[in-house]
């Protein structure tokens, strides 16, 4: 069996990155943001991992779709810095909450709420990039021919 090239093993941990990140970006944002806010108002264990299940609950399809999106855009127009992806993950973390709410006069009695899914949506944008790594993918060809 032949051995891999450097450039098939390059393409397949791209690949199995950008397959991971959508999924384990927004768990480990939620369960970060969720421990520290448990510790701030000191409650259990298990209110912490309930507050971390309800947050991940929202963030995992809002990254598959929302996420995944942009990251197509970002890699197409070559924006691969960090804050290309904090800056839309913290955007639509605040966006979301505020949107749901603000029908029902919400946005008030639960702001900390608005804050918090402001945090895990910048942190997912975060650990997505982290996981990802789009700044050390190799330039693409102007020419549009592919380089061995």
Known sequence: MAEANPLQRRTVTILARLLLAPVLAPIAASIIVAVVAG????????????????????????????????????YHYHWRGLLAYLMPGLTFGLT?????LAPFGLVG????????????????????WLIRRPDRDPPSSSSGTRGA
């Open 39 to 74: 510790g701030l108002v000191q409650s259990s264990l298990r209110e912490t991992m309930n507050m971390a299940g309800l947050m991940a609950l929202w963030a995992i399809p809002i990254t598959l779709v929302v996420g995944m999106s942009w990251h197509a855009l970002a």
């Open 96 to 100: 979301v909450p505020v949107t749901v």
């Open 109 to 128: 009695e639960f702001g900390i709420f608005v804050a918090l899914a402001g945090a895990v949506g910048g942190l997912t944008g975060i650990v997505f």
